[in-house]
């Protein structure tokens, strides 16, 4: 119950400034001013009271001094005079003189004169001594009875009684007014509070609505600053708060706008990652499940975990049959027994027989149990998160046949080539033979033809000789005739054997030569000695340069042909009968191979005899003994017989240049 109604109060106090202010006023007003009314009129009636006391106290002493010869002479008329002066006193109710045992003496009251008094506050005086007694003081009157003394004789008492009601009718005035004070006080305040609450009221409720706008309307308002007094400063510091709060509020749009683009930026960013692993994720799948190689993923039991499209065609399995299977399904018995030891071997010694190793073939086996030939090659991935082994795995069964199948077309081709190379034989000794009977029918013709010419000559001089016809001019014809003819027919004959002899070189038979060991440059030094005569003859230089220690293994016969060509051709060829010119040779050797440069500065070739020079029977200078052999001999003897390769560069005019290039070591 009295929670009730302090909730109650409070509750009513709280309602409101205005209610608080005046209720506050009101409280303060009537209790201050009630206090101060009630005091004031306390302290006057107090001041009066006792004012009231002293002059009645003065009063009755005068009376009692004046009435003091009266009372002595016991004059009663004297005592009537004295006490009926007094009685012009103000407020003055009686005046009395009384003897100590209470007769009435004088009295302003004449019809009491002489009589006893017999109340009870007259009894007190009775023997009472000689001070001066207060016998009544209330709010009517007070009533004071002085000694009248005389000789130090007690001889009656002077008695006033003065009524206050004068007294009370001030102090009740002064209530009154204190009391219409306190009212006008309190109205007053009251005013006052209203105003002072209006104003407190309208400023804060001002701010109220301000600072709503600000919360709902999003306005951007501020409070009228029209007063000096703290709800001023309450406002200049509301609105400073409020610039505050839009200031902060700017910045948290600012940073709002700036964490929604972060936000915007990272979300694109994300999805554009997930797209991209999406997309990679299905870039992965696309490529293996576009690889021509079947891919396939197993973890280190060999349980297959992955498996291709290109896999499925190889094994005729799908994905869902094959994932979560051993490996050794994919291989015939063979292999699937001995699977899982390779396996259990390899991940305890990390030695690499298969994987890791490259392609490799192997037996493998479809789902309908076919075996087919497949090149594997197997790759370990291994990391913290991940172990592994990817194996690349092609079907082989077409290479396989392709390989077959070439190796049966090589060996027809090797067949072929061989019944070729016999044509070819064939077809170059056909050529051989038919470049030979065109050689050889030169000096045979003319040998033939100077026979013929000697016969007929010889025939004639026998028949004149027969006839005795015969003269001596006859005889020396026939010996001059017979004498030209068998020169020539010796000379044709010589050319003729020449030809033969070469012919038998391009026929020799390489393999019948001896290889041995010699100095190369040394060797190159005899020959050019036996070629000295013919040397000799002309107005060239032979200079020979290069590596003096070079031993070769080799055949020293057709180095020595080969010298002895190429210097021939030089004389013969690279040079007019008066040319001066200089031949050089120089061999090196790296220990593999020797290089030999054979080169002259004589008239060089063109192009078409350059291409054309180790071409049987070519020669620019046929009917005056070039037989065009010498350097098809060559290139046949550096090829054939040495194993090596020569090469002739040629400008006309600047000399002709031969790299011939062959092992120095002749293998046994
Ligand atoms: N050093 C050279 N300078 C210029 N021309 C050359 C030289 N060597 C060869 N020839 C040309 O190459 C041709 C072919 O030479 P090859 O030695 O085969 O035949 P040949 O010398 O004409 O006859 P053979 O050597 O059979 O007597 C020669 O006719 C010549 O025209
Ligand atoms: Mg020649």
């Not at 009692?64 to 002595?72: D, E, G, H, K, Y």
């Not at 951007?220 to 600053?225: A, D, M, T």
């Not at 400073?240 to 979300?267: I, M, N, Q, S």
Request: hydrophobic share 40%; with cysteine; glycine share 8%.
């Amino acid at each position: 119950m009295i929670k009730k109604i302090a909730a109650y109060i409070e509750k009513l106090w709280t309602a409101s400034i205005r209610r608080q202010l005046i209720l506050g006023i009101v409280a303060v007003h009537a209790v201050l001013m009630t206090i101060f009314v009630f005091d004031l009129v306390h302290r006057q009636q107090t001041f009066l009271h006792d004012q009231g006391v002293a002059q009645t106290q003065s009063l009755a002493e005068s009376l009692a001094a004046n009435s003091t010869s009266w009372v002595l002479a016991n004059d009663v008329l004297g005592l009537e005079e004295v006490v009926l002066s007094q009685t012009k006193y103000p407020g003055l109710k009686f005046a009395m003189i009384i003897s100590p045992l209470g007769r009435v003496l004088a009295h302003n009251d004449l019809s009491v004169v002489g009589k006893y008094l017999q109340d009870e506050n007259s009894k007190t005086l009775i023997d009472a001594g000689h001070n001066i007694r207060i016998l009544q003081q209330s709010k009517d009157i007070i009533d004071i009875a002085a000694p009248v003394i005389a000789n130090g004789q007690h001889i009656g008492w002077a008695r006033v009684g003065i009524s206050r009601d004068d007294v009370t009718q001030n102090l009740q005035i002064a209530t009154r007014d204190g009391f219409l004070y306190t009212s006008g006080a309190i109205a007053v305040g009251v005013l006052f509070a209203v105003f002072m609450a209006r104003g407190m009221t309208r400023s804060l409720k001002h701010m109220v609505e301000v600072a709503n706008e600000l919360q709902q309307d999003g306005k951007n308002s501020r409070i009228e600053v029209n007063r000096a007094d703290e709800l001023g400063t309450l406002g200049t510091a509301f609105n400073a708060l409020a610039d505050v709060v839009d200031k902060r509020e700017d910045e948290l749009r600012h940073h709002r706008d700036h964490l929604e683009e972060l936000v915007d930026e990272r979300t694109r960013y994300m999805l554009k990652e997930m797209g991209e692993r999406k997309s990679a994720e299905e870039k992965v799948k696309m490529i293996l499940n576009s690889a021509v190689d079947g891919i396939i993923t197993a973890d280190p039991h060999g349980t297959i975990t992955s498996f291709n499209r290109a896999a499925e065609q190889i094994f005729g399995y799908s994905v869902i049959e094959v994932t979560g299977k051993n490996l050794s399904i994919l291989m015939p018995e063979q292999h699937s027994s001995v699977h899982d030891n390779i396996m259990a071997e390899y991940l305890k010694t990390g030695e690499k027989k298969v994987i890791g190793v490259g392609g490799r073939e192997f037996q493998a086996k479809r789902k309908d149990g076919s075996i087919f030939p497949m090149e594997l090659a197997i790759s370990e991935l291994k990391n913290e998160t991940t172990h592994l082994f990817t194996g690349i795995v092609r079907d082989i069964t077409e290479r396989k046949e392709a390989e077959q199948k070439i190796q049966d077309t090589m060996e027809a081709l090797q067949t072929t080539q061989a019944e070729l190379v016999q044509a070819e034989k064939m077809a170059s000794l056909g050529g051989l033979v038919a470049g030979i009977a065109h050689e050889i029918n030169t000096p045979i013709g003319v040998g033939v033809t100077a026979t013929s010419h000697l016969k007929e000559q010889a025939f004639n001089l026998e028949k004149t000789f027969n006839d005795g016809t015969m003269r001596k001019s006859d005889f020396k014809s026939f010996i001059e005739t017979a004498t030209q003819s068998t020169t020539i027919i010796s000379a044709n004959l010589d050319r003729a054997s020449d030809l033969i002899k070469s012919f038998k070189q391009v026929a020799v038979d390489q393999s019948s030569q001896e290889a041995r060991s010699f100095n190369l440059l040394g060797y190159i030094d005899e020959v050019l000695f036996s070629l000295r005569p013919r040397i000799k003859q002309t107005k060239q230089k032979i200079e020979v340069s290069g590596d003096r220690d070079l031993i070769v293994e080799s055949f020293p016969g057709p180095i020595s042909q080969i010298v002895t060509n190429l210097i021939m051709n030089s004389l013969i060829h690279a040079y007019d009968a008066d040319d001066e010119g200089c031949i050089r040779i120089h061999a090196t050797g790296n220990g593999e191979l020797v290089h030999l440069t054979y080169s002259d500065d004589g008239k060089g070739m063109d192009e078409e005899t350059v291409n054309k020079i180790f071409d049987p029977f070519f020669t620019t200078k046929r009917g005056s003994g070039g037989s065009g052999l010498g350097m098809h001999i060559l290139f046949n003897q550096i090829t054939l017989t040495l194993g090596g390769t020569v090469k002739c560069q040629s400008t006309p005019g600047e000399g002709t240049t031969f790299e011939l290039t062959f092992p120095a070591l002749k293998e046994a």
